[in-house]
């Protein structure tokens, strides 16, 4: 069997440039992952306060710890700064690149690339057409469920292109031209201020009622509830997924790399993992809907082994 | 705007919504240049009960658009999912052997299904793949040799005028209706509330998961799946519960607030001479889920508002208010910046 692989997803989050230094440098060194994915996939904005040179200083500590790295670029490119910044991105000597929207391929189809999960690959079709012109590994988003991914999982062994889905984090719903973060604070997206620094997870966005619902984060809109594919790892290897992200959020990503490195390797079993989540502080409870076709916020009980 | 300017401008193509072929027959007769519409199924994005066209419906709705000197245009623009994705071939296969003027498309595979099986086929690129970039644009048309991009509805007019002058295809602008507040093609916000996605199954907030709850004190709450989207209060008016729509709590607020969007209508009315200026060549009005009073007053209305312009006449838009969302309109992205 392939040996199944954990990647550390982009930040999608706007932490201070240190704290984001320091989770990188540690990520490095300390986590069981293979890959990491690196670069601001959100909001062109932010790309000031961390810029090519430090996340190039990122990649050579992440290489130095073993990973390979991946550069993903920006997920909606809609003024000329993101599509400059998307060019520099694409055009990156020697540098694995992650596509998250078409005007990345424009630079980079016929070369080989990844594709991301906010590009989306539906059908194998897509799947094929995108292999031919380069993609050599797909991230699926997270809305696909169990059948598709493995019709999708066939045709990547045909093609021999890996494949990937998240197992763990908030979950990207929606992207949005206007900053929700900046118009929560009566501010618009030009003079935001950078006010969703101050989220390190996400701004809670609750019904009127109190319960809580979705999680804002500047332009994007994820899910309240945290992703846990824990007990779904073993029937995604067997639909031909080899590979795992996580998406980094402010608790331990270390340790959360490990239970889902020791859950790959069979040291524990996907019910000690979930028990382990909660010991790291990841807020619960946590969802698997989507991949059992329904509602993404659900967590469905896993069935008899 | 002088007789002069007028004369320089292109006449666009007023690119009208038929939901059903009552609606077709309506918007034909209106005067709309163009109708775009759907197969009854998961293949479009408004796959909603009641709505679209079985394959005879929209075989003899074909002749009377030709005979209103009107457009077909089919809408194949949901997300081909496998397994099954024949169902999207098939439903381009009927465009084709139809004579459709032209399918909608937002899938790579179907796509390139499309451009490979019938390289005759007019292809368009629908909004639901949110190419917002000269280049995601530009990829679109290599690739696939499309020859209209329908625009996000998140784009000022200014950068329409800095794209158009980018890409090598036509431009079509949504001037009227809904405002969605997501970038289209990329909302999964349906799928976690209520299992039904709108990239696969082609919904957005379906009313099987909707409730309306009147509470003790009069007020209407309104529900998608288990979550309040809003709660009005007695005497006010109850909007339909979506998600980019409701009004919510965070943090820095004391008070719910429409942390999206207002429950507003689009009407880009008063703009039409600076977005066929910008390089528009079609204009689209949204609304395939609309009753025919509607698509006919609309139409209608936007018909002569069109023909004024191209005469050099200022337009008379003051009905075009009565049709928006609860009353309330707005110029969303194309007027300025600052609604981002």
Not at chain 2, 36 to 64: D, H, M, Q, W
Not at chain 2, 77 to 98: E, K, M, Q, V
Request: proline residues 6%; hydrophobic residues 40%; aromatic residues 8%.
């Amino acid at each position: 069997m392939t040996r199944l692989n954990l990647t550390m997803g982009p930040l999608i989050f706007h932490w201070p440039a240190d704290k984001k230094r320091d989770f990188w440098f540690r990520i490095a060194d300390e986590a069981p992952v293979d890959t990491a994915c690196i670069g601001e996939t959100i909001c062109s904005k932010r790309t000031p306060y961390f810029d090519d040179r430090q996340y190039e200083e990122v990649a050579q500590r992440l290489e130095r710890g073993g990973k390979k790295v991946v550069w993903s670029t920006l997920c909606e490119v809609m003024i000329k700064g993101d599509s400059k910044i998307v060019a520099r991105t694409s055009r990156r000597p020697d540098a694995e690149i992650e596509v998250n929207d078409a005007s990345a391929l424009w630079h980079l189809s016929g070369r080989p690339h990844r594709i991301g999960p906010a590009f989306n690959v539906y059908n194998s079709e897509t799947m094929q057409y995108l292999a031919r012109k380069g993609a050599r590994h797909f991230c699926l988003g997270a809305e696909l469920p169990a059948p598709t991914i493995a019709a999708l999982g066939k045709t990547a062994a045909e093609l021999n292109v890996g494949l990937e889905v998240q197992i763990f984090g908030r979950m990207s719903l929606a992207l949005s031209a206007r900053c929700y973060h900046a118009r929560a604070h009566d501010r618009t997206k030009d003079d935001c201020r950078f006010v969703c620094e101050n989220d390190p997870d996400g701004m809670e966005l609750t019904t009127r009622s109190n319960t809580p619902f979705l999680s804002i984060n500047g332009i994007q809109t994820l899910s309240h509830r945290y992703l846990n594919l824990a007990h779904e790892l073993r029937d995604l290897a067997e639909m031909g997924v080899a590979t795992f992200r996580l998406s980094p959020h402010s608790c331990d990503m270390v340790a959360v790399a490990g239970t889902y490195r020791a859950l790959l390797d069979g040291k524990i079993d996907a019910t000690e993992a979930d028990e382990l989540l909660v010991e790291h502080g990841v807020p619960q409870p946590m969802a698997n809907g989507f991949f059992h076709q329904r509602p993404g916020l659900e967590r469905v009980a896993p069935g008899p082994d | 705007m002088s007789v002069e300017q007028a004369g320089q401008m292109a006449r666009p193509e007023l690119v009208c919504p038929a939901g059903t072929p009552a609606a077709l027959r309506t918007a034909v007769d209106a005067g709309a240049d163009a109708v775009y519409c759907g197969l009854a199924n998961a293949t479009n994005a408004r796959n909603f009960p009641g709505l679209n066209f079985s394959v005879p419906e929209l075989e003899k709705a074909i002749p009377y658009a030709r005979k209103g000197g009107t457009k077909v245009l089919l809408a194949v623009n949901s997300f081909a999912t496998a397994p099954g994705a024949d169902l999207w071939h098939r439903a381009i296969d009927t465009g084709a052997s139809l004579g459709v003027d032209a399918v909608i498309v937002a899938d790579i595979g179907v796509a390139a299904y499309a451009a490979r099986t019938h390289p005759g086929l007019r292809l368009h690129l629908s909004v639901q793949a949110g190419a917002s970039s000269p280049e995601a644009i530009k990829y679109y048309c290599r690739e696939f040799n499309v020859k209209r991009v329908v625009l996000p509805r998140i784009l000022t007019i200014a950068e329409i005028s800095a794209i158009h002058d980018l890409i090598p295809c036509e431009i079509e602008a949504f001037v009227f209706g809904n405002i969605g507040m997501m970038a289209e093609g990329r909302c999964s916000l349906t799928n976690y509330i209520t299992g039904q996605s709108t990239n696969m199954d082609g919904v957005c907030s379906p009313a099987s998961a909707v409730r309306f709850e009147k509470q003790t004190d009069g007020a209407m709450t309104a529900r998608l799946g288990d979550f309040e989207i809003d709660c009005y209060e007695a005497g006010e008016n109850a909007g339909y519960p979506t998600i980019c729509k409701g009004r919510y709590l965070t943090p820095g607020r004391n008070a719910p607030y429409y942390a999206f969007e207002e429950p507003v209508s689009l009407n880009l009315s008063s703009l039409l001479p600076d977005l066929v200026k910008a390089g528009v060549s079609a204009l689209k009005i949204e609304g395939r889920q609309r009753s025919r009073s509607y698509v006919r007053a609309v139409v209608t209305a936007y018909r002569r508002a069109i023909d004024d312009i191209m005469d050099g006449q200022p337009p008379d838009l003051s009905a075009l208010v009565a049709l928006t969302e609860g009353g309330k309109q707005t110029q969303g992205a194309f007027k300025s910046k600052k609604w981002r």
